[in-house]
């Protein structure tokens, strides 16, 4: 071979690498949001909403404020993570489209930065539809300039709400309207975990992972009061949980609404009761109140960590309901390392009795037992395990 062959051989060749490489730069974005997306929401997320403490009043300071709280109180330690603004944040679009939050916060790209600075993630709302359940500004027809603006404010977190989009889509458009959204968040390149909230009315257990959702609201608002004393309709929420389990896992979960406790209307055993069952279901975690104004024994609550392992556990094995007597029902929920949980619920008006067979539940040796909320090892048990259940309350087991 002459050199002058020889680099005319090898001119093409390099041609040839340095479109390879330019093809890949184009492609790689996409493919990298997608192997990041795939990791998202490996285990149940945890962390805190605006809406049920702050509602269309929540403002900047409210935000940082629950940032610095959670910091000092405890609950980051315990593991939430995700800070996450609700509907009423937004304000209009300029001439370009782009939209603007409103005059309560004066700064998203700031926010987010500040939200990130103390270790957690940010989250935010829209809608697939003109306007959000709030009447605010919504993403329809903006989906890709939204899904930039909100990457370019490092969102890490997109809870898309039905809300109006029932106006502009039909009933058969809601998967491709998800799916719409979901494809502008991949065009970003930046990882988002995507929440999706129909309400469960198309059931998006079945879709969900299809348009990239990693949870998805399964019921209305766990506090919508029509028809419901608070307590009832929680557990209504959560009880409706069963038949859903082979839908969740890493990645992709049911999410039966915000954790209630230190929102109103509920007691202590209740409270209880719901981390218990939030727990059992695998189901977010994400905490709405007013942080600065939760008791001690509501912190306790909401920071078990016995609890909280419960639902993070890495078999990532949604609870389901062995047994219903009356008020009173038994759930289970596989863990780890060979235990299980119980949780014994009465969602009667009084203390009722509760037992569990171990044979039925796959353990027919004697075994050890914990109650997860009195932090304590019960000793050894054969056969079975019997309780008494405080009104509304739960006792919570762990068993190996
Ligand atoms: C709907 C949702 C709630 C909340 C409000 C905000 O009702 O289900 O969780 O986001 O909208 O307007």
């Excluded at 509602?55 to 593991?79: I, L, P, Q, R, Y």
């Excluded at 075994?367 to 000793?379: A, I, P």
Aim: glycine share 10%; charged share 20%; net charge neutral.
């Amino acid at each position: 071979m002459t050199p002058a062959s020889g680099a005319q051989a090898w001119i093409p060749n390099r041609l040839k690498a340095a479109l390879v490489a330019l093809a890949l730069m184009a492609i790689l974005p996409l493919g990298n949001a997608i192997a990041q997306e795939s990791k998202l929401a490996a285990t149940p997320p945890m962390g805190w909403s605006a809406w049920y403490g702050f509602g269309c009043n929540v403002t900047e300071a409210d935000v940082k404020k629950s940032v610095d709280t959670m910091v000092s109180n405890g609950m980051k330690a315990a593991g939430y993570e995700y800070v996450n603004l609700d509907d009423c944040w937004q304000g209009t679009r300029d001439s370009e489209g782009l939209i603007h939050s409103n005059n309560r916060f004066p700064d998203m790209k700031a926010l987010g930065d500040y939200i990130h600075s103390r270790g957690f993630k940010f989250g935010i709302y829209s809608s697939p539809g003109p306007r959000t359940c709030g009447g605010f500004t919504g993403s329809y027809g903006y989906e890709k300039q939204d899904a930039g603006t909100y990457a370019s404010w490092g969102v890490d977190f997109l809870k898309y709400d039905w809300c109006s989009a029932a106006d502009v889509y039909k009933p058969d458009q809601i998967e491709a309207a998800y799916e719409k959204m979901h494809e502008a968040i991949l065009a970003t390149g930046h990882p988002i975990v995507y929440s999706l909230c129909e309400y469960g009315v198309d059931a998006p257990w079945i879709w969900g992972p299809k348009v990239g959702a990693n949870l998805w609201r399964t019921t209305g608002d766990v506090s919508n009061l029509v028809g419901f004393q608070e307590f009832q309709r929680m557990m209504f929420v959560g009880f409706s949980q069963d038949g859903l389990q082979s839908y969740a896992g890493p990645g992709h979960w049911n999410d039966p609404d915000f954790l209630q406790i230190g929102v109103r209307g509920l007691d202590l055993d209740a409270e209880r009761t719901q981390m218990s069952l939030w727990s059992l279901l695998a189901a977010p975690l994400i905490s709405s109140t007013d942080l600065t104004r939760l008791t001690q024994a509501q912190l306790a609550i909401l920071t078990n960590r016995e609890v909280i392992a419960v639902d993070q556990d890495p078999m990532s094995i949604q609870g389901r309901r062995i047994s219903q007597i009356g008020p009173v029902q038994v759930w289970v929920k596989k863990l780890s390392r060979g235990r299980i949980a119980v949780g014994f619920i009465n969602s009667g008006e009084s203390p009722l009795p509760a037992s569990v067979n171990f044979r039925k539940i796959g353990y027919p040796h004697p075994v050890k037992v914990r109650d997860l909320w009195e932090k304590k090892d019960l000793g050894i048990f054969n056969g079975s395990y019997s309780t008494t259940i405080p009104k509304h309350g739960v006792v919570l087991i762990e068993i190996h």
